[in-house]
């Protein structure tokens, strides 16, 4: 009794693995959805008949031909500048103080007792230019996410990328704190 249970148990489970790697070759649909079976389509042409003139050529040997050249991919990476364990960690350090030079509160931002945080996601080149820089979230003030926009850009150009890095552009995603004293 308990041998038959046993084989029972063991083709269900079997019954069940099957299943599973079914499912994730996309043999069977386990989510439900119906899909339609996507056509393939194949049409055979006869090949076209060589004129004169391309017969009497000589064939290019295949040496000489050379696969067309694949533009290089560029490298890119996006970082915190607050990122204390990046491999980027010295040139980020070099960037955030050339930012705090210039880094002020706008006067009018003050006047009007507006605080807040901007994110910033800014760009930098392999040559150290600024590649773009745009505001990801808000202080709620434009006059405090337009005044991070600026010391970004007056700011820059900030050093080359290291050769190193690797990188043709390194993301920085950095937060300008703005709060008032009471």
């Given at each position: 009794?308990?041998?038959?249970?046993?084989?029972?148990?063991?083709?269900?489970?079997?019954?069940?693995?099957?299943?599973?790697?079914?499912?994730?070759?996309?043999?069977?649909?386990?989510?439900?959805?119906?899909?339609?079976?996507?056509?393939?389509?194949?049409?055979?042409?006869?090949?076209?008949?060589?004129?004169?003139?391309?017969?009497?050529?000589?064939?290019?040997?295949?040496?000489?031909?050379?696969?067309?050249?694949?533009?290089?991919?560029?490298?890119?990476?996006?970082?915190?500048?607050?990122?204390?364990?990046?491999?980027y960690t010295p040139y980020l350090l070099k960037v955030k103080y050339?930012?705090?030079?210039?880094?002020?509160?706008?006067?009018?931002?003050?006047?009007?007792?507006?605080?807040?945080?901007?994110?910033?996601?800014?760009?930098?080149?392999?040559?150290?230019?600024?590649?773009?820089?745009?505001?990801?979230?808000?202080?709620?003030?434009?006059?405090?996410?337009?005044?991070?926009?600026?010391?970004?850009?007056?700011?820059?150009?900030f050093g080359p990328l290291p050769r190193p890095f690797r990188l043709?552009?390194?993301?920085?995603?950095?937060?300008?704190?703005?709060?008032?004293?009471?």
């Amino acid at each position: 009794m308990t041998s038959k249970k046993l084989l029972v148990l063991a083709i269900l489970a079997s019954i069940f693995a099957h299943a599973v790697v079914l499912s994730l070759t996309g043999f069977i649909d386990m989510t439900g959805e119906s899909r339609d079976p996507e056509t393939l389509t194949v049409s055979l042409k006869e090949p076209e008949k060589a004129t004169e003139e391309q017969a009497t050529k000589p064939a290019a040997p295949a040496a000489r031909r050379a696969p067309a050249a694949l533009p290089p991919v560029p490298q890119e990476d996006t970082v915190a500048l607050e990122n204390p364990d990046s491999p980027y960690t010295p040139y980020l350090l070099k960037v955030k103080y050339r930012i705090n030079r210039r880094w002020a509160y706008p006067p009018e931002a003050v006047s009007r007792g507006h605080e807040g945080e901007t994110v910033v996601r800014f760009s930098i080149a392999a040559n150290g230019s600024l590649a773009g820089a745009d505001v990801v979230t808000s202080a709620g003030s434009e006059l405090l996410d337009r005044a991070a926009l600026d010391v970004i850009r007056t700011s820059s150009p900030f050093g080359p990328l290291p050769r190193p890095f690797r990188l043709d552009r390194l993301h920085i995603v950095a937060r300008f704190q703005y709060r008032l004293k009471e």
